[in-house]
């Protein structure tokens, strides 16, 4: 008996079932989609968190609550602008991608895009993510323009160093600077605590990702901080984790921060610790599932920070 096909023609294993783009998305715009990660939407949620922790921790030092247009358009640049990471991460690795199982169907491997499709499109996004940044002051622009540097190199990170998670926490939560910048016009101890406690997050999380990958990443010549704890894996994401908290303290304590933070927090680290305690090497399937689960721990803490703000007005 033959059994029918019931995958989308293109989809990619790590995208959630019967995700927007799947299910409903134009056939000739789904290449685009896939290739910006529309249908895999917790990687701008993980972009956007640093963001609106930091907004709602400058509305805790302003003792004002966190700005709505702030966190419109932060929602709006992390969308556009990890969508434009994407796209030009799978062209610089449009020919490792080839090797790997999870990442070969995507649409520059799979032939679905050109490579000139995806410059296009890729300057597209980025125009969407330039409005975004001209909205805010000339401090916060020029910031958001320093954040191009790790974005720049990360791609080429995981063919030289064994740390290509710790260049792209420096830049997926960059928005930990860009909350409070665009709050105050400046950078003060507040922000660059929860920019390191978010740094340190995504390095963890993100070797919980790359779990996945192990086999495929060690066949491509691909590191990782996954491959590079091996059997200490859990114990390493454990430690960032913790150290993680250790920072994003600091910042609480640096705006003063009341009960609702602090219940957040401790919310927040119940979660991580969860994570760590469920760490399989054996189930990447698993893997995928605690990965995505931050989305919930990072709205946890954001939670906690806005009421925060919102009850000390």
């Keep these: 008996m033959t059994v029918e096909r019931t995958e989308p023609v293109g989809a990619v294993p790590d995208a959630a079932p019967g995700n927007f783009v799947d299910r409903a998305a134009p056939a000739s715009w789904r290449p685009f989609l896939r290739l910006a990660r529309i249908d895999r ?47 030009y991460n799978d062209i610089i690795d449009r020919d490792i991608d080839k090797l790997v199982a999870r990442t070969r169907n995507r649409p520059l491997p799979s032939g679905q895009v050109s490579v000139k499709g995806a410059v296009v499109f890729l300057a597209l996004l980025c125009l969407v993510g330039l409005g975004v940044l001209l909205s805010l002051n000339a401090f916060s622009i020029l910031l958001g323009f320093a954040s191009l540097i790790p974005v720049a190199v990360y791609p080429f990170m995981k063919r030289v160093t064994s740390w290509p998670q710790a260049v792209l926490g420096l830049a997926f939560a960059w928005g930990g600077l860009m909350g409070w910048a665009a709050a105050f ?11 390191v406690g978010a740094v340190l997050w995504t390095v963890a999380y993100d070797t919980i990702y790359a779990v996945q990958d192990l086999e495929d990443d060690a066949v491509a010549g691909i590191r990782s901080t996954t491959r590079l ?14 150290l993680a908290l250790v920072a994003i303290a600091a910042a609480l304590l640096g705006v003063d921060a009341g009960i609702p933070s602090w219940a957040g927090f401790a ?19 698993g893997a995928l599932r605690l990965f995505r689960s931050n989305r919930n721990a990072g709205l946890i803490l954001f939670a906690g920070l806005a009421a925060d703000a919102i009850i000390g007005i």
């Design 41 to 87: 939407p917790i990687g701008w949620w993980l972009l956007l968190l640093p963001c609106w922790w930091s907004t709602a921790l400058a509305g805790i030092a302003d003792d004002a609550a966190p700005r709505i247009d702030h966190l419109i358009l932060f929602m709006i640049g992390a969308i556009a602008m990890r969508g434009a990471g994407c796209v």
């Design 185 to 195: 016009g400046e950078l003060d101890a507040p922000a660059v605590w929860i920019y």
């Design 229 to 242: 704890f091996g059997a200490r894996t859990q114990q390493a994401v454990g430690l960032f984790f913790g």
């Design 267 to 285: 919310a927040f680290a119940v979660h991580l610790g969860r994570q760590v305690a469920a760490i399989d090497l054996e189930d990447p399937k």
